[in-house]
C-alpha cells in the first residue's frame, strides 16, 4: 500500500489521532488540513477532522480502515482556528477528536454543511403599530408586545426573528401576534440595508473622561500587533464604553471584534448596548441557542456578515474573517474554565488566539484575576486604570459586621435589619446577597441529631420548603421530607442555617408590607421569569432584593442603595486556596450593584471573622491592595500564579479502584518527574458523588515548560496503561477547582 494515509482526529474521549485510507475516488493530496471526514469507528461511524496526511500510517497498513467520505471541499476550520485548536489539544493535553469538536457549532459536528442560510427576514414597524406603541395604552397589558415594539422602533432597518429572541419567551409567536394586529411587517428587502441614518437616531456616545481616553488611545495607537491589556476599573467606571470605542476603531478599519463575557453576564442590557451604538448584525452566541440559531450566529461570524461577535466561553473559537480586536470581560469569571471534558480556560485561550493573530487583546475587569495580575507585574500584560467611577458617584463603603455574640434572627443581626428598615423607610432598594438557594442546607433531628445526609454523596440535601423536598444539590437526587426523623422517629425535624428561600420568609415577617424580589436559579427556572423580576425592580421603589450570584453579575440596580453580604464566613474559610479571592470577588461584584451619583450605595458584611487580614485589607484598602496581599500568600505558599498544576482525577464505583489507577499513575511519574513534584493520591474533598468515589492526583512544578515536558511524556503512558475500565479518569491543566 502505497500512498499518503489520511491522519484524522476523532471525537472519542481516547487521547490518539487515527490513521485511515482515504476514499475512493479522493485524491488525498489536494485535501487541506481541517476537512470533515466520515470514518468508522467500531461498529460506528463518526465525523472526525483531517489533521494532516501522511506517507506511512503508525499501524500496519492491512489494518488500516477506509474513510467513508470527505464532507468539505474548503476546511470548516479555518487556519487560525486549526491553529487554536492545535495549540489547545497540545497545552490541554486532551484527545484531539474532542477539542476539534469543541471548535465546532453540533451541527456542524453532525455533518451539516457548512454554508450560509438563506436570509432570514426583516420585521419593521407598520404605521399602525407606530401609533399603537405613541397610544401606549393598549399595550399596559402585554409589555412583551411593547418591548418588541419598542425594540423595532429603534431599528427602522428591521430585525430578525433571531435579532428579537431575547424580547420575549417566544419571539416567533409574540411576532405572529403582533403581524395579526396589523403593527409589524417583514420588510421589503432594499429596506433591509443597514439605514445610515440609525446610528443618529440612537444614543450618541458620551464623551470619555481622561482615564477612558487614555486607555483607547494606549490600545488604538497598536491595533497591528499582539499585546495583552488588563483593563482594572471599578464598576460603573466605563469599561464598556472603552470596548465599544475600541471596537468602532477596529470596524473602521475594516476588521471584526470578539467579545467574550460570562453567561451570566450577556445580559440583554448589554447586547442593546452593542446594537445600539454598533452597525450591522451582531453574532451571538451563548447557552441559550438552539442548534440552527446557533450554526447561524456561526455562520455570520465566519462569513465577515457579524462585524462584532459576542459569545459565552466557547465563543473563543467562533470563527472571524477579519479578525481585529478580541475583549475578555469580567475576565477573573470562574465560568470562564470548562469544568468538564475538555477543559479548557477561555480567557487564556483568547489570549493565545490574540498572539497567534497578532492582534490586541482586552482583558477587563473590577477585580481581576490574580494570575492577570501576576501578569501585569511581570510584564506580560499592560495595565490600563479606571479608578473611578464615571460621574464621580464613589465606590460604595464597606462595613464589617462583626456578628460574635449578637443575637440573630434567622442569620440576620438586629443592626443589619435597622439598617435595611431605614433604606425601606426611605423608599429605598435593599439587596441581600447569599450564595445558596433553598430553605437551609440541612435538615436535622432535635432528638438524636440526625442528618439529612444524601444517600449517594457526602454531602447534606438542602431543605426546599416550597416544593417540600430535599435536594442534593451535587447529584440532584431528591425526595419529599420526612415527616419524623429517620432513625429516632421524633417529629422534631428542624432546618438549619440559612437559604435564600428562608431568608426571604423571615424578611416578609419582618417588613409585610414591602415587595420582595428573590432571584436564584429556582425562582428564574421559567423561561422569561428573571426578565419579569429584574423589571419589577427596575420599576423602582421600595422593595428587597434577595438573590444569589445571579444577582452579582451585569445587572444594575440604581435604586439599590444598601448592599448586605448575609454570610461572607464561608468563603473566607474555604477549602480551595482560592477562595478568598472568590470571596473578594463576588462582594465587589455585589456591591458594584448598587447606588448611583446621586443615591450613594453602603454595603455592610456580616462574618464571625471580622479581622480576617485579607477581609480587612479589602473593606479598608480596596481590591488592588487586597490582590497584593493574596499574591503575597500565595508566593509565601508557592501556590499558583507562582506555581503550575494539573490535577489527575479519577472515580470509581469503590474507593480503591480510583486510588489504584492513581497509584499506577504515580509509578509511571515517579522516574520522570523531575522538578515536578506529586502530591496525593488522597481523596477528593467531597469523596463520593452520586454514588462514585472520587480521588485525585495534584502534580505542581515551578516552571510551566517543566509540567508539561512532564506531561508530554507521562499523558502518553497513562493512555497506554491497560487501566480498569471501571475507573473514569480526566487530567485538568490549571485546574481552577482542586476537587
Ligand atoms: P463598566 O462597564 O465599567 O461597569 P460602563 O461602561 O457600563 O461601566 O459605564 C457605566 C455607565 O456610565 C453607563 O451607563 C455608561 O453609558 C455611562 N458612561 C460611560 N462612560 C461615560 C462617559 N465618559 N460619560 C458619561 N457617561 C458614561
Ligand atoms: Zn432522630
Ligand atoms: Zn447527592
Given at each position: 500500500?502505497?500512498?499518503?494515509?489520511?491522519?484524522?482526529?476523532v471525537?472519542?474521549?481516547?487521547?490518539?489521532?487515527f490513521?485511515?485510507?482515504?476514499?475512493?475516488?479522493?485524491?488525498?493530496?489536494?485535501?487541506?488540513?481541517?476537512?470533515?471526514?466520515?470514518v468508522?469507528?467500531?461498529?460506528?461511524?463518526?465525523?472526525?477532522?483531517?489533521?494532516?496526511?501522511?506517507?506511512?500510517?503508525?499501524?500496519?497498513?492491512?489494518?488500516?480502515?477506509?474513510?467513508?467520505?470527505?464532507?468539505?471541499?474548503?476546511?470548516v476550520?479555518?487556519?487560525?482556528?486549526?491553529?487554536?485548536?492545535?495549540?489547545?489539544?497540545?497545552?490541554?493535553?486532551?484527545?484531539?477528536?474532542?477539542?476539534?469538536?469543541?471548535?465546532?457549532?453540533?451541527?456542524?459536528?453532525?455533518?451539516?454543511?457548512?454554508?450560509?442560510?438563506v436570509?432570514?427576514?426583516r420585521?419593521?414597524?407598520?404605521?399602525?403599530?407606530?401609533?399603537?406603541?405613541?397610544?401606549?395604552?393598549?399595550?399596559?397589558?402585554?409589555?412583551?408586545?411593547?418591548?418588541?415594539?419598542?425594540?423595532?422602533?429603534?431599528?427602522?432597518?428591521?430585525?430578525?426573528?433571531?435579532?428579537?429572541?431575547?424580547?420575549?419567551?417566544?419571539?416567533?409567536?409574540?411576532?405572529?401576534?403582533?403581524?395579526?394586529?396589523?403593527?409589524?411587517?417583514?420588510?421589503?428587502?432594499?429596506?433591509?440595508?443597514?439605514?445610515?441614518?440609525?446610528?443618529?437616531?440612537?444614543v450618541?456616545?458620551?464623551?470619555?473622561?481622561?482615564?477612558?481616553?487614555?486607555?483607547?488611545?494606549?490600545?488604538?495607537?497598536?491595533?497591528?500587533?499582539?499585546?495583552?491589556?488588563?483593563?482594572?476599573?471599578?464598576?460603573?467606571?466605563?469599561?464598556?464604553?472603552?470596548?465599544?470605542?475600541?471596537?468602532?476603531?477596529?470596524?473602521?478599519?475594516g476588521?471584526?471584534?470578539?467579545v467574550?463575557?460570562p453567561?451570566?453576564?450577556?445580559?440583554?442590557?448589554l447586547?442593546?448596548?452593542?446594537?445600539?451604538?454598533l452597525?450591522?448584525?451582531?453574532?451571538?452566541?451563548?447557552?441559550?441557542?438552539?442548534d440552527?440559531?446557533r450554526?447561524?450566529?456561526?455562520?455570520?461570524?465566519?462569513?465577515g456578515?457579524?462585524?462584532?461577535?459576542?459569545g459565552?466561553?466557547?465563543?473563543?473559537?467562533?470563527?472571524?474573517?477579519?479578525?481585529?480586536?478580541?475583549?475578555?470581560?469580567?475576565?477573573?469569571?470562574?465560568?470562564?474554565?470548562q469544568?468538564?471534558?475538555f477543559?479548557?480556560?477561555?480567557?487564556?485561550?483568547?489570549v493565545?488566539?490574540?498572539q497567534?493573530?497578532?492582534?490586541?487583546?482586552?482583558?477587563?475587569?473590577?477585580t481581576?484575576?490574580?494570575?492577570?495580575?501576576?501578569n501585569?507585574?511581570?510584564?506580560?500584560?499592560?495595565?490600563?486604570?479606571?479608578?473611578?467611577?464615571?460621574?464621580?458617584?464613589?465606590?460604595?463603603?464597606?462595613?464589617?459586621?462583626?456578628?460574635?455574640?449578637?443575637?440573630?434572627?434567622?442569620?440576620l443581626?438586629?443592626?443589619?435589619?435597622?439598617?435595611?428598615?431605614?433604606?425601606?423607610?426611605?423608599?429605598?432598594?435593599?439587596?441581600?446577597?447569599?450564595?445558596?438557594?433553598?430553605?437551609?442546607?440541612?435538615?436535622?433531628?432535635?432528638e438524636?441529631?440526625?442528618?439529612?445526609?444524601?444517600?449517594?454523596?457526602?454531602?447534606?440535601?438542602?431543605?426546599h420548603?416550597?416544593?417540600?423536598?430535599?435536594?442534593?444539590?451535587?447529584?440532584g437526587?431528591?425526595?419529599?421530607v420526612?415527616?419524623?426523623?429517620?432513625?429516632?422517629?421524633?417529629?422534631?425535624?428542624?432546618p438549619?442555617?440559612?437559604?435564600?428561600?428562608?431568608?426571604?420568609?423571615?424578611?416578609?415577617?419582618?417588613?409585610?408590607e414591602?415587595?420582595?424580589?428573590?432571584?436564584?436559579r429556582?425562582?428564574?427556572?421559567?423561561r422569561?421569569s428573571?426578565?419579569?423580576?429584574?423589571?419589577?425592580?427596575?420599576?423602582?421603589?421600595?422593595?428587597?432584593?434577595?438573590?444569589?450570584?445571579?444577582?452579582?453579575?451585569?445587572?444594575?440596580?440604581?435604586?439599590?442603595t444598601l448592599?448586605?453580604?448575609?454570610?461572607?464566613?464561608q468563603?473566607?474559610?474555604?477549602?480551595?486556596?482560592?477562595?478568598?479571592?472568590?470571596?473578594?470577588?463576588?462582594i465587589?461584584?455585589?456591591?458594584g450593584?448598587?447606588?448611583?451619583?446621586?443615591?450613594?450605595?453602603?454595603?455592610?458584611?456580616?462574618?464571625?471573622?471580622?479581622?480576617?487580614?485579607?477581609?480587612r485589607?479589602?473593606v479598608?484598602?480596596?481590591?488592588?491592595a487586597?490582590?497584593?496581599?493574596?499574591?503575597?500568600?500565595?508566593?509565601?505558599?508557592?501556590?499558583?500564579?507562582?506555581?503550575?498544576?494539573?490535577?489527575?482525577?479519577?472515580?470509581?464505583?469503590?474507593?480503591?479502584?480510583?486510588?489504584?489507577?492513581?497509584?499506577?499513575?504515580?509509578?509511571?511519574?515517579e522516574?520522570?518527574?523531575?522538578?515536578?513534584e506529586?502530591?496525593g493520591?488522597?481523596?477528593?474533598?467531597?469523596?463520593?458523588?452520586?454514588?462514585?468515589?472520587?480521588?485525585?492526583?495534584?502534580l505542581?512544578?515551578?516552571?510551566?515548560?517543566?509540567?508539561?515536558?512532564?506531561?508530554?511524556?507521562?499523558?502518553?503512558?497513562?493512555?497506554?496503561?491497560?487501566?480498569?475500565r471501571?475507573?473514569?479518569?480526566?487530567?485538568?491543566?490549571?485546574?481552577?477547582?482542586?476537587?
Amino acid at each position: 500500500m502505497s500512498g499518503p494515509i489520511l491522519r484524522v482526529a476523532v471525537p472519542s474521549p481516547l487521547y490518539r489521532i487515527f490513521d485511515y485510507l482515504p476514499p475512493d475516488n479522493q485524491d488525498p493530496n489536494t485535501l487541506k488540513p481541517g476537512v470533515r471526514v466520515r470514518v468508522p469507528f467500531g461498529r460506528r461511524q463518526l465525523i472526525g477532522f483531517l489533521l494532516e496526511t501522511a506517507e506511512r500510517a503508525e499501524v500496519a497498513p492491512d489494518a488500516l480502515k477506509k474513510a467513508h467520505a470527505v464532507l468539505d471541499a474548503e476546511p470548516v476550520l479555518s487556519a487560525d482556528i486549526f491553529a487554536l485548536v492545535d495549540w489547545a489539544r497540545r497545552y490541554y493535553h486532551h484527545s484531539a477528536g474532542e477539542v476539534f469538536a469543541a471548535a465546532l457549532p453540533v451541527l456542524l459536528r453532525q455533518g451539516e454543511p457548512a454554508t450560509a442560510p438563506v436570509k432570514a427576514p426583516r420585521w419593521g414597524l407598520t404605521a399602525t403599530g407606530q401609533a399603537a406603541l405613541a397610544g401606549g395604552a393598549l399595550l399596559r397589558r402585554a409589555p412583551a408586545q411593547q418591548a418588541l415594539l419598542d425594540r423595532l422602533a429603534h431599528h427602522p432597518e428591521g430585525l430578525s426573528l433571531e435579532a428579537l429572541r431575547d424580547v420575549g419567551r417566544d419571539s416567533a409567536a409574540l411576532v405572529r401576534a403582533l403581524r395579526g394586529k396589523g403593527w409589524v411587517e417583514p420588510l421589503a428587502p432594499q429596506a433591509q440595508q443597514p439605514d445610515p441614518t440609525s446610528k443618529s437616531a440612537g444614543v450618541s456616545p458620551p464623551a470619555l473622561n481622561a482615564d477612558q481616553a487614555a486607555a483607547v488611545a494606549a490600545v488604538a495607537a497598536d491595533l497591528d500587533r499582539f499585546q495583552v491589556f488588563l483593563l482594572e476599573g471599578v464598576t460603573g467606571s466605563g469599561k464598556t464604553e472603552v470596548y465599544l470605542r475600541l471596537i468602532e476603531a477596529v470596524l473602521a478599519r475594516g476588521r471584526q471584534a470578539l467579545v467574550l463575557a460570562p453567561e451570566i453576564g450577556l445580559t440583554p442590557q448589554l447586547l442593546d448596548r452593542f446594537r445600539e451604538r454598533l452597525p450591522g448584525p451582531l453574532a451571538v452566541l451563548h447557552s441559550g441557542l438552539n442548534d440552527r440559531e446557533r450554526l447561524n450566529a456561526w455562520l455570520l461570524a465566519r462569513d465577515g456578515i457579524a462585524q462584532v461577535v459576542v459569545g459565552t466561553r466557547s465563543a473563543v473559537f467562533a470563527p472571524l474573517r477579519e479578525p481585529g480586536l478580541i475583549v475578555v470581560d469580567e475576565e477573573h469569571d470562574p465560568s470562564f474554565k470548562q469544568q468538564e471534558g475538555f477543559r479548557y480556560h477561555a480567557r487564556d485561550l483568547a489570549v493565545i488566539r490574540g498572539q497567534q493573530l497578532g492582534i490586541p487583546v482586552i482583558l477587563g475587569s473590577a477585580t481581576p484575576a490574580l494570575e492577570s495580575r501576576h501578569n501585569v507585574q511581570r510584564g506580560r500584560y499592560r495595565l490600563l486604570n479606571l479608578p473611578e467611577r464615571v460621574g464621580g458617584g464613589s465606590e460604595p463603603p464597606i462595613e464589617i459586621l462583626d456578628l460574635r455574640r449578637q443575637p440573630l434572627t434567622e442569620g440576620l443581626s438586629r443592626p443589619l435589619l435597622e439598617r435595611i428598615g431605614a433604606h425601606l423607610a426611605r423608599d429605598e432598594q435593599v439587596l441581600l446577597f447569599l450564595n445558596r438557594r433553598g430553605y437551609a442546607p440541612v435538615l436535622f433531628c432535635h432528638e438524636c441529631g440526625w442528618l439529612s445526609q444524601c444517600r449517594h454523596c457526602d454531602a447534606r440535601m438542602t431543605l426546599h420548603l416550597r416544593q417540600h423536598r430535599l435536594i442534593c444539590h451535587h447529584c440532584g437526587d431528591q425526595r419529599p421530607v420526612d415527616a419524623a426523623c429517620p432513625l429516632c422517629e421524633s417529629a422534631d425535624l428542624r432546618p438549619l442555617g440559612q437559604g435564600t428561600e428562608r431568608l426571604e420568609n423571615v424578611l416578609r415577617r419582618e417588613f409585610p408590607e414591602v415587595e420582595i424580589s428573590r432571584i436564584d436559579r429556582d425562582s428564574t427556572r421559567r423561561r422569561g421569569s428573571l426578565e419579569s423580576l429584574l423589571a419589577a425592580v427596575r420599576a423602582g421603589g421600595r422593595r428587597l432584593l434577595i438573590g444569589t450570584q445571579m444577582l452579582a453579575k451585569g445587572h444594575h440596580f440604581p435604586d439599590v442603595t444598601l448592599v448586605g453580604i448575609v454570610d461572607a464566613d464561608q468563603g473566607l474559610y474555604g477549602i480551595d486556596f482560592r477562595a478568598s479571592e472568590r470571596m473578594a470577588q463576588l462582594i465587589l461584584q455585589v456591591a458594584g450593584r448598587a447606588g448611583r451619583s446621586d443615591k450613594p450605595g453602603t454595603v455592610i458584611i456580616q462574618t464571625h471573622q471580622p479581622d480576617h487580614p485579607l477581609l480587612r485589607v479589602l473593606v479598608t484598602r480596596g481590591y488592588p491592595a487586597f490582590a497584593e496581599a493574596a499574591l503575597a500568600e500565595r508566593l509565601a505558599a508557592l501556590l499558583p500564579p507562582f506555581a503550575c498544576q494539573a490535577l489527575l482525577r479519577a472515580e470509581a464505583a469503590e474507593a480503591d479502584q480510583a486510588t489504584a489507577f492513581l497509584k499506577l499513575g504515580l509509578a509511571l511519574a515517579e522516574p520522570i518527574a523531575e522538578g515536578v513534584e506529586l502530591l496525593g493520591p488522597a481523596p477528593a474533598p467531597m469523596e463520593r458523588r452520586a454514588g462514585r468515589y472520587r480521588a485525585q492526583l495534584l502534580l505542581q512544578a515551578s516552571h510551566r515548560q517543566t509540567l508539561h515536558r512532564f506531561l508530554d511524556l507521562w499523558t502518553p503512558q497513562l493512555w497506554a496503561q491497560r487501566a480498569d475500565r471501571r475507573v473514569r479518569w480526566s487530567l485538568d491543566v490549571d485546574p481552577m477547582e482542586l476537587y
